[in-house]
């Protein structure tokens, strides 16, 4: 029996949260831990609690059960899944505080640590890989297959990153063999667009500028951009990733504004520049490849800096060489 399991098995009333603004690894592995639970613990007390997620993930079990809003009633077992920093909580950090117990699933490199217990596996593709390790067979059933599968899809931009092991495809398969809806879940989740989505990635990728010989690169949608095209944060996903698979590019960085002079950034690198180092630098984290953090200034002092952090590691990539 796992830590995971164990604690579970103990606890008459459980909370599951994610991290702010959660995307599909953050949705599958809190819906798929949200499923196990009931499944693994009927008579318990089960919440999940997320807020500002796509409706596009309406698919996955549970999805209309989720809790937007905190309450102040303490639970005996709070889980954390994919959330690296207690302030990635947000509001929900109120429930780790007054649990009795904790534990955090995740994948990232940059976890601190805040829970009782932590199972951090820095190397794996996504924390519904972590999840699944944690999990017994004989509760797993098909909707916890879709859960799971959606997130390693997703954290691994459908098994592309270098992030994808053969662990990870091997877990992928057995997922598929539990009679999911691969094609359908990996198409309306990862690559479909409303049509605003698409004209706003259109006009981040027109307005993108290279600096750095090529090798980076930058955009930024304003909040009036946001509004003349009626999107919100939760649409720009895989703007970044457009912008790291120009050719030449090492460095993509996207950033979005979230109040006056402060941008939520996120960047990505193909295989020199650690991210991860450079959005903790800045107060946030993330993966080697993948990271985010959020930032005030102009657009032109955000970038500055970051561009001084990524030229000093490209430098120091070229004396090794
Ligand atoms: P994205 O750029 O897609 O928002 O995030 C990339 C990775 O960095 C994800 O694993 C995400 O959890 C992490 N990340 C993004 N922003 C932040 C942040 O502000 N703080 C921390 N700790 N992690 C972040
Ligand atoms: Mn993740």
Known sequence: MTKLE????????????????PDGDCMGSCLAMYRYAKKRKPEAR???????????????????EIKEDAGSQPFD?????DCSDKERLG???????????????????????????NVVAPGASSTAEVLYGQLSEEFLDREI?????????HDTGVFRYSSTTVK?????????????????IVDSTFFKKTYLQSQILGRALMESIRFMDGKCIFTVVKSQDMEFYGVEPKDLDGIVDHLRTIDGVECAIFMYEIDTHVYKVSMRSNYVVDVSTIAAYFGGGGHVRAAGCTMSGSIHDVVNNLSGHIEKQLLAENADD
């Open 168 to 184: 990870t495809m091997e877990i992928a398969g057995k997922l598929m063999d539990m009679g999911i809806d691969f094609t359908k």
């Open 6 to 21: 164990q604690m579970l098995d103990e606890a008459g009333s459980v909370v599951i949260l994610g991290h702010v603004n």
């Open 46 to 64: 089960i919440w999940v609690c997320l807020k500002n997620f796509p409706e596009k993930f309406s698919y996955m079990d549970g999805f209309e």
């Open 145 to 153: 297959a879709e859960c799971l599968y959606t997130g390693i899809v």
């Open 91 to 117: 509001e929900f950090a109120v429930y780790l505080e007054s649990a009795k117990k904790s534990i955090c699933v995740d994948h990232h490199v940059t976890n601190t640590g805040y829970a009782q217990e």
């Open 77 to 81: 077992l709070c889980i954390c899944l």
